[in-house]
T-cell receptor, first 114, second 112 residues
Framework: GAVVSQHPSWVICKSGTSVKIECRSL??????MFWYRQFPKQSLMLMAT?????????EQGVEKDKFLINHASLTLSTLTVTSAHPEDSSFYIC??????????FGSGTRLTVV | AQSVAQPEDQVNVAEGNPLTVKCTYS??????LFWYVQYPNRGLQFLLK??????LVKGSYGFEAEFNKSQTSFHLKKPSALVSDSALYFC??????????FGAGTRLTVKP
């Protein structure tokens, strides 16, 4: 079945540094990738939608300069958290719509900024 | 507005008892409805989905959900709960515009 591989699964970084999270569709082409953020004990919040070959679409309130999204190819989308701060610590998950009505989710990345 | 609601933050059941996790939705058109489960520090795992057809959908790990159009509900059920079912459950709806919306999540705790 369709698989989305997300790396890293967890990362700890110092405040002020940047962190890149990758999501790869392993056996299908993903022209679209959704990026979500989850706060503890809360639901997922859609941050942005990346589209291969064009600029990402950001949800209201999400800083595009802080959360850089690049959809370099039909199998790779990346989220870079720039100048990370402790309040950026969260669980980030990507998802791609494969063929059919379902969605495929990455395994998630736990970001801790210290 | 397209939305999905999970009215219960927490559900507690005893092992072996039936469980229900509630979900209601508000979308235009015919929705696609999903249930996902999330274990600690893990990504979401797909449980089941409703697209069209039989209102009772059977999914992974013995879970099932019933689509009720008149009540705009899609409650998740299992006849006999296991301690290992303890996790966070998300209901999600995908309206026609292809953007999935999630409920706030319900924490299920199954006690031995």
């Amino acid at each position: 079945g369709a698989v989305v591989s997300q790396h890293p699964s967890w990362v700890i970084c110092k405040s002020g540094t940047s962190v890149k999270i990758e999501c790869r569709s392993l056996d299908f082409q993903a022209t679209t990738m959704f990026w979500y953020r989850q706060f503890p004990k809360q639901s997922l919040m859609l941050m942005a939608t990346s589209n291969e070959g064009s600029k990402a679409t950001y949800e209201q309130g999400v800083e595009k300069d802080k959360f850089l999204i690049n959809h370099a190819s039909l199998t790779l989308s990346t989220l870079t958290v720039t100048s990370a701060h402790p309040e950026d610590s969260s669980f980030y998950i990507c998802s791609a719509p494969p063929t059919g009505a379902g969605y495929t989710f990455g395994s998630g990345t736990r970001l801790t900024v210290v | 507005a397209q939305s999905v609601a999970q009215p219960e933050d927490q559900v507690n059941v005893a092992e072996g008892n039936p469980l229900t996790v509630k979900c209601t939705y508000s979308v235009s058109g015919n929705p696609y409805l999903f249930w996902y489960v999330q274990y600690p520090n893990r990504g979401l795992q797909f449980l089941l989905k409703y697209i069209t057809g039989d209102n009772l959908v059977k999914g992974s790990y013995g879970f099932e959900a019933e689509f009720n159009k008149s009540q705009t509900s899609f409650h998740l059920k299992k006849p006999s709960a296991l301690v290992s079912d303890s996790a966070l459950y998300f209901c999600a709806v995908r309206p026609d515009n292809n953007d999935m919306r999630f409920g706030a999540g319900t924490r299920l705790t199954v006690k031995p």
